[in-house]
């Protein structure tokens, strides 16, 4: 069973910037896909970004292009979710995600408890 805590989240002005971080445990970190969702009030969970075991292969959602990055460092088992030029839309709780491999349909078995990113304008 995969463990993951998410860590960072908090309040911010638009424009800046913030950095989450999920540990993971449970299991060899470097054999899990990895991602990061979130939820606003009202809508759905939504796609943020992923990355492969590797560390190779990233994949983002068009709305935080550009913006975001999901690096990894698997000598400490924790995922990142660096996060800059913040808008108000951006305002959700932010969930991270781990599975075996990172499927197609960006399907994932692990996820965290969430944690709050409020960006005001």
């Known amino acids: 069973q995969v463990q993951l805590v998410e860590s960072g989240g908090g309040f911010v002005q638009a424009g800046g910037s913030l950095r989450l971080s999920c540990a993971a445990s449970g299991r060899t970190f470097s054999t899990l896909a990895l991602g990061w969702f979130r939820q606003s009030p009202g809508k759905g969970r939504e796609f943020v970004a992923a990355?492969?075991?590797?560390?190779?292969?990233?994949y983002y959602a068009d709305s935080v292009k550009g913006r975001f990055t999901i690096p990894r460092d698997n000598a400490k088992n924790t995922q990142y979710l660096q996060m800059s030029s913040l808008k108000p839309e951006d305002t959700a709780v932010y969930y991270c995600?781990?599975?075996?491999?990172?499927?197609?349909?960006?399907?994932?078995?692990?996820w965290g408890q969430g944690t709050q990113v409020t960006v005001s304008s």
């Open positions: 990355i492969s075991r590797s560390g190779g292969p990233t």
């Open positions: 995600a781990a599975n075996p491999f990172l499927s197609s349909t960006l399907e994932f078995d692990y």
